[in-house]
Every structure is written in C-alpha cells, then in structure tokens.
C-alpha cells in the first residue's frame, strides 16, 4: 500500500470496510421486496427505525469529505470557530423538526417529503418540488460528494506513495455505495451509517488527541499564532494554554469576517431548516422511524453529536496551522507570480488583496505589495482598479498534514482513521443515492407512468435509477476537476431551491385555507427573486442575506394570494398505524441540547 510497509494498517482499513458492508448487507437481508409493503421496506426501513440508527445515521449521512476537510480548512483558515454556527445552529434546527415537523409528516403516511405538499397543495406543488430537489442532489450533491470525497482519497493515498487516479477513485467510491444501498436499501444504509458515524466521532478524536499532544510537545519557536505572527508563548507553558494564547482571536464565534453576526438572526437558518427537516437526502431517515417518540429521539441525540463535531474538526484544524503554516504555504513563485508580472510589465489598474495572516509572516514583501497597489490607486483612481486575490495559504491541507504527520504507522490506527474518512464519505453518497431513487421512483415513477406497478416493480426501478444515477455520477464528477470554484457556489447555487421549499411548508402549515396554487406560486416566485437579488441587483451580499429576502418576500406574495384565493381549510388525516406518541423525554432532553447551544456561544463569542 506504500504506507510505510504499514500491513497492520492495510488490515484495518480492509477489515473495517468489509465489516460495513457485511453489517448493512446482513442486517437488510430479510426485507421483503415481493410482499405487500415491499416499498416501504426498501425506501424506508420498513418503518422500523430505532432512535440510535436515526442519530447516527443523520450525523453519517451529513458530514462527508467536503465537510471535513473543508471545515477543518475553514477552522485553519480566517474563519477559525465560527465556522461551527453550521454545526451548533443545526442542534437548534433538529430540536424544531422533531417536535414542529415530524408529527405531520409521520401522521400523513408520507415516504417523500414532496408527497407533504400533494397532501396541502396539489400534485403540481409535489411534482415541482421533487424536480427541483432532484436538480440538486444529482446535479450538485451527488456529483460534488463524488468528486470531493475522491480528490480527498486521491490527495491523501499520494502523500503515501501511493497515485491513484481521479477519475478510478471516483468509479471506486460510486460503485462501493451503490452496492449496499441498491441491495438493502434504507436499512442497509442506516446500519452501515451506525459503523461508519461512529468512527467518523471516534477518528475526529483521534485526530484531535494527537494535533493536542503534538501542541504540547512542539517547541514554542517553531509554533505559529493564529494571527500569523511567532508564538510568543513561554516555554513550558501547558498544551492548553499554548493553545489558547496562540488562538485567542480564532477562538470567538464573532471572528469571521466573511460570517457577519446579523446572518445569526435570520439568513443561516433557512438553510439549516430546509436541509435537516425538507431535504429528502437527510429527512428519509426520520420518515423511516418506527414511531414518532423514535424518531424524536433520533433527531435530539443527532443534535447533541452536532455539539461534538468542532471539537474533533474544526478545533484540530486550528492546531494544524500553529504547527504547519509553513507546510500550508503556497510557494511564493506560484502565488507571488500575479504581482511580479504586473510590476515587470506595463503599468495595469490590478491591485493585490493578500492573506492578513501571510501579510503579518511576511511584513516586508507585504510592505513592498502595499506600496505598489498605492501607487496604482493614486495613478488611475480607486474606483478604475480590479483587486486580485493572493492565495498564500492551501487551508484545505491542514486535515492531510494532521493524518500524514501526526497518525503512528503500522499500529492500525492510522488505517482506522483513514476508514473512518472513507466511510463518511461512502455514507453521504449513499444517502444522496438512496434518496434520488426514492424521489424519482414514488414521486414520477408510480405517479404519472406506472400508477399500477407492483411492489417488486417499485424496488427494481428504484434499484435501476440507483445504477443510473452513479453511472452519472461517476462520469461527471472528474470533469469538476477544471472547474476550481465549483465548491465556492454550493451553497449559493442551493438557494435558488432551498428557500422556496422553506416558504412554502412554512405558509402550508401556518395558513390552511389558501387555495391550492400557492404551492406553485411560491417554488416558481423563489428562484425569480433570488436571482434578480443575487446576479442582478447585489451579486456582491452575502448569499445568506438574499435567502432572507427572498423568504419574506415569497411569504409577502403567498399571503397577498391567500387573502384573494380561499379554499375549505385543510385538514392533515391520520394515514399511518404508528404510534404517534410525543416523547417527553426527547423534549427534556432537547431542551438541555438547545441551552447547551446557547451556553457554547456564550462561551466562545
């Protein structure tokens, strides 16, 4: 494997990867694909979910390379710990879905989160909705899962000696998920979710002990602040005051300038609401629970393992820029070349914006930098200039330089947590899978072509899409590869369907006597507004603010609708058996996970 002659570690890793395959394929090998209920066995469990299968399987299904590596970067980076509100907020979020949402939605009998809006809209809203969340998980979630969780596995076995190629690594991890989860279904892949989200826990905290011990026994003249300056820590100082005196600007949650506080009020939770009570890439989970208090339990302990994960992410990626900023440095020929062409050439209107924390490293070429772009403003006015951006640091390496510094060899720890990364990145493209064949095979399949096809029917075209699905997948995502910005638009993108979705449910449930188009209204006026907020008139706002815009302004106009256009209110039937008892110990304990939210931002602001 090229990892040091490491067998110990190469056993491991194979060993823990078969087991999650075995486990999610023996667990799933009794559902009944011929009987009465076949469907609901393979989409959904069976409706037998367990609250500890629901917790750890959102939080496997969730977190993914991208968030890994990227979250770990971003904590290196100038975000530091702010970039946690992803994380925190979200306990908050799944705390409402489990006691706001679920109940209708385990009531109404539903197995797809568009089927909701049949039951309050008509079958126009359900049909809009799924082709938009199907735009999104094959054309960006799954595509982009792919392609990060390869260039993850791609970066990380070659800094082993090991090359892989983009596009193998791709076919590898598609065909991989698309195994267990075309064979077993949901319950295949809630199982395999319960091995792989607790490693994913287990390996963040590995990794996290060893960037602590590495702090404390690293000399204070090779260490950095997080501001770019040398530590001027004392020698001796104990690991978690040389952390804290190195990070103390990192560590508030106020400290990302590209994260301003107002977003906190409105703007970050319209994503966080949409993803983990509206999207069918995580909600399959809580729809397959086998009662409502399971479920309920299910999404509050998802909400506390959301407490955890900066802790063994985002926090190690801070330590892995006090110890090798050095390492994440691009070289100065690569990043400086901009600046020495534009001042070797003929006199531009180009400015150079530079990483703060590189300007403070680098004081004096950053002085040089300063007065040259003075220069230019003074020539030619500073409304002629184009700013160009220095990237000095690669922050997303900071994850690699943990492991391949930091993990022993040959001890079978380094392969656990190579696993570990793996399965995170196996079980999103699982999830996003499962649900893609779920949302096209009830929602268009048996819906408009084959009203009549039999259960077994149902589980083959499901089991079909899924092939067709990672075939997409699987040739798309290398050819990501030349399109390096394609991560930066993620979010953004989304919001032309996320926010929509929101306001819709939203005024569904709030007003039950507007007339049945309103649906329609509002998943059309969305990505209208949005656009004309973030292309045309304030491309340069933050993404967050426009989804706030447009949020209220899809409610303004479905209000205005339903003032005009009434109908008979609605009323949500009881279509299930479940036992739809509230579970009162899901409540208490929610309530703890959302003051213990609040207590971390009274802390760490």
Not at 51 to 59: C, D, E, Q
Not at 170 to 185: D, K
Not at 341 to 353: D, L, R, S
Request: charged share 10%; glycine share 10%; proline share 3%.
């Amino acid at each position: 494997m090229g990892i040091g002659g490491g067998i110990i570690d190469v056993l491991v890793f194979v060993g823990f990867i078969a087991a999650v395959m075995f486990v999610g394929l023996w667990k799933s090998r009794g559902e009944k694909t011929h009987s009465e209920h076949g469907a609901q066995d393979y989409f959904l469990a069976g409706r037998g979910l367990t609250w500890w299968l629901i917790g750890f399987s959102l939080i496997a299904a969730n977190i993914s390379a991208e968030q890994f590596v990227g979250m770990s970067g971003q904590g290196a980076g100038l975000y530091g710990l702010s970039v946690s509100s992803w994380e925190w907020c979200a306990a908050i979020a799944l705390f409402v879905v489990a006691f706001a949402l679920l109940p209708y939605f385990l009531r109404s009998g539903i197995t797809t989160i568009p089927e909701f809006l049949e039951v309050r809209y008509n079958h126009w809203a359900r049909l809009l909705m799924t082709l938009s969340m199907m735009l999104i998980l094959i054309g960006v979630s799954l595509i982009g899962v792919i392609y990060a969780g390869a260039l993850t596995l791609k970066e990380l076995m070659g800094s082993y000696d090991v090359t892989l190629s983009l596009a193998g690594c791709c076919w590898a991890l598609g065909v991989m998920a698309a195994i267990y989860v075309a064979v077993g279904g949901l319950k295949a892949c809630a199982w395999a979710d319960l091995l792989q989200g607790s490693a994913l826990i287990v390996g963040g905290g590995v990794i996290a002990y060893y960037a602590f011990d590495a702090l404390g026994a690293a000399p204070v003249e090779a260490l950095v602040s997080a501001t770019g300056s040398s530590a001027t820590v004392e020698q001796g100082t104990g690991v978690m005051a040389k952390f804290n005196e190195l990070n103390e600007t990192a560590m508030h949650m106020g400290s990302n300038p590209t994260m301003p506080w107002p977003i906190l009020i409105l703007g970050i939770w319209i994503p966080n609401f949409y993803y983990w009570g509206l999207n069918q890439y995580i909600t399959q989970r809580i729809l397959g629970s086998a009662s409502l208090a399971e479920g309920q339990k299910g999404l509050v302990l998802a909400g506390f393992l959301k407490l955890l994960i900066p802790f063994v992410i985002v926090i190690p990626g801070i330590i892995a820029f006090n110890l090798y900023s050095k390492d994440m440095e691009v070289s100065a020929g690569d990043h400086l070349a901009p600046y020495e062409q534009a001042i070797q050439g003929e006199a531009g209107n180009t400015v150079f914006k530079m990483d703060p924390r590189w300007e403070v490293a680098n004081a004096e070429k950053a002085a040089e930098i300063k007065t040259y772009n003075a220069s230019v403003v003074a020539r030619v006015g500073e409304e002629a200039v184009e700013t160009v951006e220095l990237k000095q640091y690669k922050y997303d390496s900071a994850l690699g330089l943990l492991i391949t510094k930091l993990i022993p060899r040959n001890k079978g720890i380094l392969g656990f947590v190579i696993a570990a990364l793996l399965g995170a990145i196996v079980s999103s493209l699982a999830a996003v899978l499962n649900a893609a064949s779920t949302l096209l095979t009830m929602d268009v399949y048996q819906r408009y072509i084959n009203p009549k096809a039999s259960q077994f029917r149902l589980v083959t075209m499901g089991r079909i899409f899924i092939g067709v699905f990672v075939l997409i997948g699987c040739l798309a995502s290398p050819m990501l590869a030349n399109n390096k910005s394609v991560f930066e638009y993620i979010q953004k993108f989304q919001g032309f369907v996320s926010t929509g979705i929101l306001a819709v449910f939203i005024y569904g449930l709030i007003n039950r006597t507007s007339a049945q188009w309103a649906g329609v209204i509002g998943l059309i006026a969305n990505p209208i507004i949005y656009g004309i907020l973030t292309i045309k008139l304030f491309p340069d706002m933050h993404f967050l603010y426009s989804m706030s815009w447009s949020l209220i302004a899809v409610l303004a106009i479905m209000f205005v609708y339903g003032l005009v256009c009434k109908q008979e209110r609605v009323v949500f039937a009881t279509n299930t058996t479940m036992d739809l008892t509230s579970s009162k110990g899901a409540l208490a304990w929610g309530i703890v996970v959302c003051v213990m939210t609040v207590a971390l931002y009274v802390v760490f602001w």
